[in-house]
């Protein structure tokens, strides 16, 4: 990252964990520069590469999402838009994926907790065991603004201002635009993900600290009510070669149709490759994603779960 110009450092020795509006700055830029970010990962240094699953067993929540930041922007003021530029983004060589209990898509089927760490010796792929390869596309899970009320409110759920929106296309060279509320914007950010599926379905994608540069930009021409992003080239510039296998889920209720798409998806994944059901779910939450494949023609709806089989090359 040494060869991106930049005049602001924020290390991740002093986070924060809540959106709160009277959290002071750690720096203070203009429109237009650009600031690297040394981020945690989301457990706070619960999880490390030498962890066991106890560690998931007794996570603290209170802490999860440590967040770098805030960062004041000059000249933003309430009505504006920030457009933050994700310049670049690498990770630091490991990861984590959890099943939390009581957490996730399928909490129900899986009540007891599970640990896998990642190796990430590579830039672009990982692996889950041999033969079972998973594309790297580093991204932050959480970028947003302070909320315009008074008080400390918890990263957890994702707001009009950002926060643990979890979008896996904010990879470098794509623009988030974020609607301000108080003066400054106040942009923290943090919890960012090696990999993960559209849904992160098991709540944890591959969870890793990382090294980041943001451009910030206030734009006074432009007005949105709730975050936008501009996705850099095809949508499908990361699609598989080899063809998907798809699963679908059928229900009046999008909640539940996603529910049995993913379930399916499990047991495919045990019956044609032999996955336990936990390794399922955790490549569930980190390689497939979900699609609304269709949302009028009452009174069921279909979700569907895409598989890449490029993954078991």
């Known amino acids: ?53 106890g560690v998931i067993e007794n996570l603290n929540f ?7 930041g805030p960062v004041f922007v000059e000249g933003a003021r309430p009505g504006d838009t920030l457009q933050v530029d994700v310049v670049d983004i690498r990770h630091e060589g490991w990861g984590w994926t959890a099943i939390v209990p009581g957490f996730g898509l399928l909490a129900e089927d899986f009540p007891k907790a599970h640990l896998h760490l990642w190796e990430l010796k590579e830039l672009d792929h990982t692996e ?9 596309q580093p991204f932050l899970g959480v970028m947003g603004l302070a909320w315009d009320e008074d008080g400390a409110f918890t990263t957890i759920p994702p707001r009009a201002v950002g926060g643990n929106i979890d ?4 990879v470098m060279g794509s623009s988030l635009y974020l609607p301000v509320r108080v003066p400054g914007a106040l942009f923290s950010c943090g ?28 734009r006074k021409d432009m007005s949105v009510k709730e975050l936008q992003f501009a996705y850099p080239g095809n949508i499908r510039a990361h699609h598989s070669d080899f063809g998907y296998h798809v699963t679908c889920g059928v229900a009046p209720d999008l909640m539940e149709a996603s ?3 993913v379930r399916h998806m499990i047991e495919h994944l045990g019956i044609a490759y032999g996955l336990s059901g936990e390794d399922a779910y955790v490549l569930c939450s980190v390689a497939v994603d979900l699609r609304i494949s269709e949302i009028v023609d009452a009174p069921n709806w279909i979700v569907s779960a895409f598989l890449p089989l490029d993954l078991f090359r």
């Open 128 to 136: 889950l065991q041999p033969g079972i390869r998973v594309p790297l």
């Open 1 to 53: 990252m040494s060869s991106i110009r930049t005049i602001h450092h924020l290390t991740r020795e002093r986070t924060h964990n809540r959106w709160d509006r009277s959290i002071g700055p750690l720096v203070s830029v203009q429109s237009g520069e650009t600031v690297e970010f040394e981020t945690k990962e989301a457990s706070d240094n619960q999880v490390t590469p030498a962890a066991d699953v």
């Open 191 to 218: 919890d960012a993900h090696a990999a993960q599926g559209d849904g992160e379905v098991c709540g944890t994608g591959i969870e890793a600290p990382m090294q980041c540069a943001l451009r910030f930009t206030v």
């Open 259 to 261: 529910k049995n798409a």
């Open 62 to 68: 209170d802490v999860i999402h440590p967040l770098t």
């Open 167 to 170: 979008i896996k296309q904010l």
